[in-house]
């Protein structure tokens, strides 16, 4: 019986790239911008340099951008690829879970219970696009199209991050936001924290039925 030769069986180099569609390439630059986001916050924390947080908040909308021109560019090319849907949810909890916790805790959000509720948002986002993944199908109308988002979908934090941004550009950051400081018993807690809170709980509400466009 013939035996497949081992030229064959040797995987292509960069294999997986070769997978990629326009699409998912676009994607990636969603997870850079994000990743880029968080690095640029780093920056700021280590040098204190205002532009390091401007760049930081300016990379997140094009990560918005870029998150929905992706889906468009499949469909304009009727070309995607298996890996598509997990590089967009993947590119997503970066871009719009953990680099607008990061913002918050980059302009002073940084007490036990602020960071309590930042990782209850980051957990609501990773949830919330798994339930996605989950129930596309069943959501999805003949042609593949998914016609609502239960609770609203995870870029909406955008909005998080324009708030942010305006109240950087006031010179408000720590205890200069809104609502100043608690003392919660040991703890401290920046009421202004609760942006987040409701919108993680908005993300994760199956009550909440948002159209998709």
Not at 14 to 40: C, E, H, K, Q, Y
Not at 80 to 87: E, I, N, Q, R, V
Not at 102 to 121: E, I, N
Not at 148 to 171: D, N
């Amino acid at each position: 019986m013939p035996t497949e030769s081992p030229q064959k069986r040797e995987p292509r180099h960069f294999s997986m790239i070769r997978t990629f569609t326009p699409a998912d390439f676009v994607t990636l630059g969603n997870a850079f911008s994000g990743s880029g986001s968080i690095l640029a916050q780093m920056q700021y924390l280590a040098t204190g340099l205002p532009h390091w947080l401007w760049l930081a908040f300016g990379l997140l909308p094009l990560a918005f951008i870029l998150d929905a021109l992706d889906g468009r560019i499949a469909r304009w090319r009727f070309q995607s690829s298996p890996l598509g849907a997990d590089l967009d949810s993947l590119a997503d909890v970066i871009s719009f879970g953990m680099a607008p916790a990061a913002l918050a805790f980059a302009m002073g959000l940084r007490g036990t219970l602020d960071v309590a509720v930042l990782l209850y948002f980051v957990g609501c986002g990773i949830s919330r696009l798994a339930r996605f993944n989950v129930t596309a199908a069943t959501l999805s109308d003949s042609t593949g199209k998914v016609k609502y988002f239960e609770g609203t979908p995870i870029p909406t934090s955008l909005a998080l991050v324009m708030v942010l941004a305006f109240f950087f550009w006031k010179g408000r950051t720590g205890d200069a936001l809104p609502f100043g400081v608690w003392d919660v018993g040991p703890f401290q807690f920046h009421p202004i924290v609760l942006l987040y809170f409701a919108s993680g709980s908005a993300m994760i509400s199956k009550t909440l039925r948002i159209p998709k466009f």
